[in-house]
């Protein structure tokens, strides 16, 4: 399975399109977007569209620059699927995820992201392969080193260490994008703008 997952794409409709094509050329399965979709909320015109129009399967969260509420406008204007809270299964793989961040617009407190999250992770944990999707990135982590304004979530970091996903996929820190690291047997990686290919 093949998927293309990006995040911080803050109403850049530009981005979008360039990601969708990414995503046609590449043949991937499925479409993951790892939150802040919009830039404080001024736009969602145009950020789902460019996937959907190419037919390409999409998972979103809020960041910390929406709400649920518009994330579940998006995914349901859309017919896609708002993974805070949720899961989804492809085959044998099982995703779940919780958005928002322990800062910003929008924030939920650490009991609630990780209460999201394990919410998500018990419909899946059955599972061969199980990937976490957050916007935020975990405590002590290298990509809570590169920035002086985004703590790392503990919230995150309890899951990480509670449910050992084989993959973390988030965004978040601008500054980080394309960092891959190792905590405990799960690979964290920040996605960015402009999207990663990851084979599962």
């Known amino acids: 399975m093949k998927i293309l997952a990006s995040g911080d794409i803050h109403g850049d409709m530009n981005l979008a399109e360039r990601l969708a094509k990414k995503a046609k050329k590449k043949k991937v399965d499925l479409v993951v ?5 919009t830039y404080a909320e001024q736009s969602t015109d145009n950020l789902i ?17 929406e709400t649920v509420a518009t994330a579940d406008f998006l995914a349901d204007l859309y017919g896609v699927t708002n993974l805070h809270g949720y899961s989804i299964k492809v085959g044998d793989i099982g995703f779940f ?9 929008f924030q939920l407190d650490e009991d609630e992201i990780f209460n999201l999250l394990k919410k998500g992770h018990d419909k899946v944990k059955s599972l061969r392969k199980k990937i976490m999707v957050t916007h935020v990135h975990p405590s002590d982590s290298k990509m809570e080193k590169l920035s002086n304004i985004f703590p790392g979530s503990k919230g995150v ?43 599962l």
Not at 97 to 105: E, K, L, S
Not at 162 to 179: M, Q, T
């Open 49 to 65: 569209g460019p996937f959907v129009k190419r037919k390409q399967k999409v998972v979103l969260i809020p960041g910390n620059h």
């Open 97 to 105: 995820g919780a958005g928002g961040a322990n800062i910003g617009v």
């Open 157 to 199: 970091k309890k899951a990480i260490d509670n449910f050992k996903p084989d993959f973390l996929l988030c965004s978040h820190v601008h500054e980080a994008e394309g960092i891959e690291e190792k905590i405990g047997d799960t690979k964290v990686i920040n996605v960015g703008r402009e999207g990663k290919i990851i084979d």
């Open 33 to 37: 977007l790892c939150g802040d979709l």
